[in-house]
């Protein structure tokens, strides 16, 4: 089946820092890999997508490329700031199938 | 920009009401989804729908149901609910068309005493 991996627990850290979220999947096609954002309180905000092998999606400063070989979609930030405290969900979607499948989502604390 | 509106930021009610949760986008999209969050557990897919009239289950379809009588609207029922009902509910919508991302709603914080 599909399936989205998304590293255990928080991720706290100092304003300026460089953040990593790391994202693997498994597809039985080929997927649409998405980040997505969830400001405290709110629904969940598109924040970048990648189509094919080797696309990067960037977006406010976020990127993540798309490794068809380590199948992974790992999220990066070179610095961050207070405002960029939330939840970022990995997501993938298989062409024909309209279901979207999202990692349990990493809380980001960014530390003043 | 997609808009998708949701009835009700927060709601309250009692155990065996029935409730209704509506959900609007303006985008003239087929797809529409209801998800439900909870800590620990990320989204869950309730119910979608690809087409007016038409609902397919998710994963966890137990205890609701859904009405999609016009294209934009999407209607999540709970028909008498229960405290393991409480949680935040999420809509989202998408085109039918390819491998599409989804467009969500601020959400719902349902709290059922």
């Known amino acids: 089946g599909n399936s989205v991996t998304q590293m255990e627990g928080p991720v706290t850290l100092s304003e300026e820092a460089f953040l990593t979220i790391n994202c693997t999947y498994t597809?039985?096609?080929?997927?649409?890999l998405f980040w997505y954002v969830q400001y405290p309180g709110e629904g969940l905000q598109l924040l970048l997508k990648?189509?094919?092998?080797?696309d990067k999606g960037s977006n406010k400063g976020f990127e993540a490329t798309y490794r068809k070989e380590t199948t992974s979609f790992h999220l990066e930030k070179g610095s961050v700031q207070v405002s960029d405290s939330a939840v970022y969900f990995c997501?993938?979607?298989?062409?024909?199938?309209?279901?979207?499948?999202f990692g349990k989502g990493n809380q980001v604390v960014v530390i003043p | 920009d997609v808009k998708v509106t949701q009835s009700s930021r927060y709601l309250v009610k009692r155990t065996g009401e029935k409730v209704f949760l509506e959900c609007v986008q303006d985008?003239?999209?087929?797809?529409m989804f209801w998800y439900r969050q909870d800590p620990g557990l990320g989204l869950r897919l309730i119910y979608f729908?690809?087409?007016?009239?038409?609902?397919e289950k998710g994963d966890i379809p137990e205890g609701y149901s859904v009405s999609r009588e016009k294209k934009e609207r999407f209607s999540l029922i709970l028909e008498s609910a229960s405290t393991n009902q409480t949680s935040m509910y999420l809509c989202?919508?998408?085109?039918?068309?390819?491998?599409?991302?989804?467009?969500f709603g601020p959400g719902t914080r349902l709290t059922v005493t």
């Open positions: 985008m003239d999209h087929e797809n």
């Open positions: 990648a189509t094919k092998a080797d």
């Open positions: 729908s690809y087409d007016v009239k038409m609902k």
């Open positions: 997501a993938l979607l298989v062409y024909g199938n309209n279901r979207l499948a």
């Open positions: 989202a919508s998408s085109t039918g068309q390819g491998r599409s991302e989804q467009y």
């Open positions: 597809a039985t096609g080929y997927p649409s």
